[in-house]
């Protein structure tokens, strides 16, 4: 039985059951070794009762070879592989290397776990020391724990809590505390050790109720003992007590095993007849119950018996085992690993045969596993120009698997490579990770300075884009704009070349920021079209980058098209790290042109994705593009909270944005002041060039004029009356004839005339601003006929976006024109549906499958089947055929 357990049993058993109900969910045990975390995985095990039951552990010396751990979990249920969509079914066969299909995406491979997972529930994954799982398979299930939802799948881990040890953002955990010191004298009196009083007060004392510690140290401590010691190397000493006394050939089987994380006794075997040592030397350390031989596989008692073992041993000693185990592996990959741990020193072949064993993990998806042998090669080669190669490719690989500190302190072990190419290369690493961090005055220097280097005009001119991405997000000096403008020309790709298109793109988004003349440049229509043309082309950077150009330069429903194409093609090739960017893109656009139920499907799609990634530049700037949608609502919660997202410095791309949008929070509810003076902060300040800036002046106008100020907003209202001329769109000259209206003395022909611009088919918040507007300056004027018809058109538009202040102020000025106010029904039944209801009931109204959605969306087919059982009844449809027709009368 277990003592003192009885909350963590309890803990578990609430799992189970969900399990049985169809709920899924996620535990994380937390405790030093020996604390009882194994036991509770044996308990949770004995107790599933119908669940089935997947057993994996981490293996200390398996850490380097990717996916290894998953693979050990998911053996049992391989052969249902084939019942995967397809992209996922290949990244897990070449994640497994069972085919040469996959593709290495590791948040693909991710997916595909929890697809396969799903399959199989009600089901119990139990994963031991997964502080030693491969980054691969630590990665994929997290990205697996993180999605579930309705499978009825549970996944327990257990792992150390020391510093780094798995970390399981996200996730539940369950922190193991010593037992009680009732619970420990009952554990010592299970033991059936007779201890002196003295010796049991200080054991119960000095281990802090560590079950393992109290089963195995009265049987090598005594009275006499000096202390205090490490707990845990206490527990390792009374290990290593017991292996020392064995004979030697019965160690050097041990210490093979423990080298060796195959457990394969054919392997041993054959190594430990190099050693001389055979099959009869085990018993020894059978009858003491270290290790176990279980259909043909040798296993520890404990892992702590592993490393007492192993580090226990003499230096020589391990080396010697590790050459054998060499001598007799098949596997190339655990071939080059223990010849790299038998080396005394540099040696060109193992370097090599380490190099084409992360080669391999590359194309399986194991970048950090590859980084980390590619480093070991690099430490082991001869050569230093050899070695220079491989740590670049270890700094590459620590990047592609998002681990860009470590990338970053690699990439900074270079002086100053000779080879100009090998310096352009760790310069891409090293702004990767400033970008990463939001050091994007770094990186905007480096990414310079790697242009400047590289001999591949195409490479250079990409360069000089993430350099441009840099000034525009960390906008305190224009002449960050300017520095990678004025060198497109100089990167020796010809006038005529698809990609100079872009580049005259962003020269028209910044002529007004530079004051550029732009009398000679190619027609800004034009110029989107070639460039999204040869975006095309590109592929998803080439998308990005055209898609943030054409927002910048006022083409928001061009940008949205791109956006969504880029997103399309994403999901098509299972591309989930591309998502974020595009998604969080698309979001801003959507909020812009009045889709606000898309943009809220959006937005939160694209914040649960970047967290699942590892991009907190997209969360942010997402979070400023829903800090605005919920300003416009005026709804206050949501504004700040999303606005607070931004303040990280990683997040800080959303900044601009959620200023705004507090700006425009307070206006609509009446605090003019604040939004007059956060407006002018905003306006006034290094990010006046910004887009969201220059969008946000009718706003300052409009406070200034409310304070009696106009004057306060002329500047303001000056760039963006140049703006308009050099965008020249119909709703920006709207948006300034409004302004006009609000400043001059003859509004109304500025008023009629904004009515008429404003688009009738997008930005309704913009057009009923202006009736109100202009509503309230009928009403002044005494005209209150008039007056109510345009304040009656602006409260039934606020009404539908669900903008409530500006409702309120539009119904309070309709009555005081004598009319009676009617509240009009704001929305229809589709507004009761969360974003991701709204999502896959849209999706499934296209006629797509559960299987197709959970593919997309990157969730399990159950978890859909269970959204769309919570979905019909909000919209008061039995089956996915009336989809269609209700969600076009209630999402219009």
């Known amino acids: 039985m277990l003592r003192g357990r009885r909350a963590e049993q309890e803990a578990i058993a609430a799992l189970l059951a969900g399990a049985r109900d169809g709920i899924s969910g996620a535990l994380v045990l937390r405790g030093e070794?020996?604390?009882?975390?194994?036991?509770?995985?044996?308990?949770?095990?004995?107790?599933?009762?119908?669940?089935?039951?997947?057993?994996?552990?981490?293996?200390?010396?398996?850490?380097?070879?990717?996916?290894?751990?998953?693979?050990?979990?998911?053996?049992?249920?391989?052969?249902?592989?084939?019942?995967?969509?397809?992209?996922?079914?290949?990244?897990?066969?070449?994640?497994?290397?069972?085919?040469?299909?996959?593709?290495?995406?590791?948040?693909?491979?991710?997916?595909?776990?929890?697809?396969?997972?799903?399959?199989?529930?009600?089901?119990?994954?139990?994963?031991?020391?997964?502080?030693?799982?491969?980054?691969?398979?630590?990665?994929?299930?997290?990205?697996?724990?993180?999605?579930?939802?309705?499978?009825?799948?549970?996944?327990?881990?257990?792992?150390?809590?020391?510093?780094?040890?798995?970390?399981?953002?996200?996730?539940?955990?369950?922190?193991?505390?010593?037992?009680?010191?009732?619970?420990?004298?009952?554990?010592?009196?299970?033991?059936?050790?007779?201890?002196?009083?003295?010796?049991?007060?200080?054991?119960?004392?000095?281990?802090?109720g560590n079950p393992l510690a109290l089963r195995e140290l009265p049987a090598v401590v005594s009275v006499t003992d000096a202390g205090p010691m490490p707990l845990t190397n206490r527990v390792l000493d009374a290990f290593w007590h017991q292996v020392r006394s064995l004979p030697a050939p019965t160690r050097t089987l041990l210490l093979l095993a423990a080298a060796d994380q195959t457990g394969e006794l054919k392997t041993l075997l054959r190594a430990a007849g190099e050693l001389g040592a055979g099959l009869a030397d085990l018993e020894p350390a059978e009858e003491r119950g270290l290790v176990t031989l279980t259909a043909g596989t040798l296993t520890f008692r404990h892992p702590l018996i592993r490393a007492a073992v192993y580090h226990g041993a003499a230096a020589s000693s391990r080396m010697s085992v590790h050459s054998a185990l060499a001598a007799e592996h098949h596997d190339p990959d655990l071939r080059a690993w223990h010849l790299a741990a038998a080396a005394t020193g540099p040696d060109d072949q193992v370097a090599a045969e380490l190099e084409h064993a992360a080669d391999r993990a590359v194309a399986r998806g194991g970048h950090a596993a590859a980084a980390t042998t590619y480093e070991r090669a690099a430490s082991l080669s001869e050569q230093s120009a050899e070695s220079a190669r491989r740590l670049l490719l270890a700094c590459e690989a620590a990047t592609h698997a998002g681990r860009l500190d470590w990338a970053n302190t690699l990439a900074e072990t270079f002086t100053q490579p000779g080879d100009p190419a090998m310096r352009v290369r760790v310069i891409q690493v090293r702004a990767s990770a400033a970008f990463a961090r939001g050091d994007l005055h770094q990186a905007?220097?480096?990414?310079?300075?790697?242009?400047?280097?590289?001999?591949?005009?195409?490479?250079?001119?990409?360069?000089?884009?993430?350099?441009?991405?840099?000034?525009?997000?960390?906008?305190?000096?224009?002449?960050?704009?300017?520095?990678?403008?004025?060198?497109?020309?100089?990167?020796?790709?010809?006038?005529?070349?698809?990609?100079?298109?872009?580049?005259?793109?962003?020269?028209?988004?910044?002529?007004?920021?530079?004051?550029?003349?732009?009398?000679?440049?190619?027609?800004?229509?034009?110029?989107?079209?070639?460039?999204?043309?040869?975006?095309?082309?590109?592929?998803?950077?080439?998308?990005?980058?055209?898609?943030?150009?054409?927002?910048?330069?006022?083409?928001?429903?061009?940008?949205?098209?791109?956006?969504?194409?880029?997103?399309?093609?994403?999901?098509?090739?299972?591309?989930?790290?591309?998502?974020?960017?595009?998604?969080?893109?698309?979001?801003?656009v959507q909020v812009l042109l009045g889709r606000h139920r898309e943009a809220r499907v959006t937005g939160a799609e694209c914040l649960r994705i970047a967290a699942d990634t590892g991009q907190p530049l997209w969360a942010g700037y997402t979070a400023g593009a829903l800090a605005y949608l919920a300003a416009v609502e005026g709804d206050e919660r949501d504004c700040r909270h999303y606005a607070e997202l931004t303040a990280d410095e990683a997040a800080s791309s959303g900044d601009t944005w959620a200023q705004v949008a507090l700006a425009l929070l307070d206006l609509g509810h009446g605090r003019v002041q604040d939004a007059f003076d956060r407006l002018r902060v905003v306006t006034g300040g290094p990010s006046r060039h910004l887009s969201g800036v220059v969008r946000c002046v009718p706003d300052l106008v409009e406070a200034a004029v409310r304070l009696g100020r106009p004057r306060d907003a002329a500047a303001s209202l000056e760039l963006f009356a140049t703006w308009a001329d050099t965008m020249d769109r119909s709703w920006i000259h709207a948006l300034l004839a409004r302004c006009r209206a609000l400043t001059t003395a003859d509004a109304e022909p500025h008023f009629v005339w904004a009515l008429e611009l404003h688009p009738h088919d997008s930005r309704p918040f913009d057009r009923a601003r202006t009736e109100l507007l202009y509503g309230e300056w009928l009403r002044r004027a005494r005209r209150k006929?008039?007056?109510?018809?345009?304040?009656?058109?602006?409260?039934?538009?606020?009404?539908?976006?669900?903008?409530?202040?500006?409702?309120?102020?539009?119904?309070?000025?309709?009555?005081?024109?004598?009319?009676?106010?009617?509240?009009?029904?704001?929305?229809?039944?589709?507004?009761?549906?969360?974003?991701?209801?709204?999502?896959?009931?849209?999706?499934?109204?296209?006629?797509?499958?559960?299987?197709?959605?959970?593919?997309?969306?990157?969730?399990?087919?159950?978890?859909?089947?269970?959204?769309?059982?919570?979905?019909?009844?909000?919209?008061?449809?039995?089956?996915?055929?009336?989809?269609?027709?209700?969600?076009?009368?209630?999402?219009?």
């Open 444 to 588: 905007h220097q480096l990414l310079i300075d790697g242009a400047s280097l590289a001999g591949d005009p195409v490479q250079a001119f990409w360069m000089l884009v993430r350099a441009l991405h840099a000034a525009w997000a960390a906008p305190t000096d224009v002449r960050m704009l300017a520095e990678p403008l004025d060198r497109f020309d100089q990167v020796g790709l010809a006038p005529d070349h698809p990609l100079m298109s872009m580049a005259w793109l962003a020269r028209w988004g910044t002529a007004m920021v530079l004051d550029r003349d732009t009398s000679a440049f190619p027609p800004l229509d034009d110029v989107l079209a070639r460039a999204r043309s040869a975006a095309a082309e590109t592929g998803p950077r080439g998308m990005t980058e055209v898609a943030s150009r054409a927002l910048v330069a006022a083409r928001d429903e061009e940008s949205a098209e791109i956006a969504a194409e880029l997103i399309a093609d994403a999901r098509a090739k299972g591309v989930l790290i591309a998502l974020p960017a595009a998604l969080g893109h698309l979001t801003l």
């Open 33 to 208: 070794p020996g604390i009882g975390k194994t036991s509770l995985l044996d308990h949770a095990a004995a107790t599933a009762g119908d669940l089935r039951v997947l057993r994996g552990v981490g293996i200390e010396s398996e850490a380097e070879l990717p996916f290894a751990g998953l693979h050990l979990l998911l053996r049992p249920v391989l052969d249902r592989l084939d019942a995967l969509p397809e992209l996922q079914r290949r990244a897990l066969e070449g994640a497994f290397g069972l085919g040469n299909s996959g593709d290495g995406d590791r948040f693909l491979i991710g997916a595909g776990v929890l697809t396969l997972l799903a399959e199989q529930g009600p089901l119990l994954c139990l994963v031991d020391d997964a502080q030693w799982l491969d980054q691969a398979s630590a990665g994929a299930l997290l990205f697996a724990a993180r999605r579930l939802d309705r499978e009825g799948v549970v996944l327990l881990f257990a792992a150390r809590d020391y510093a780094d040890a798995f970390a399981a953002t996200g996730l539940p955990e369950l922190h193991l505390d010593g037992l009680d010191q009732e619970s420990s004298s009952a554990l010592l009196d299970d033991t059936g050790a007779d201890l002196p009083a003295g010796l049991r007060e200080r054991l119960v004392a000095e281990t802090r």
């Open 785 to 892: 006929s008039k007056a109510r018809d345009h304040l009656s058109t602006a409260s039934r538009m606020f009404e539908e976006l669900g903008s409530a202040p500006w409702a309120a102020r539009a119904r309070a000025e309709l009555g005081a024109t004598g009319a009676g106010v009617t509240r009009t029904a704001a929305s229809g039944r589709g507004t009761e549906l969360t974003p991701q209801e709204l999502q896959i009931s849209q999706l499934a109204a296209q006629g797509l499958a559960n299987r197709d959605i959970a593919a997309q969306l990157y969730l399990s087919p159950r978890t859909v089947a269970y959204h769309l059982y919570k979905a019909y009844p909000k919209l008061g449809v039995a089956s996915r055929g009336e989809l269609a027709a209700v969600l076009s009368q209630e999402l219009p």
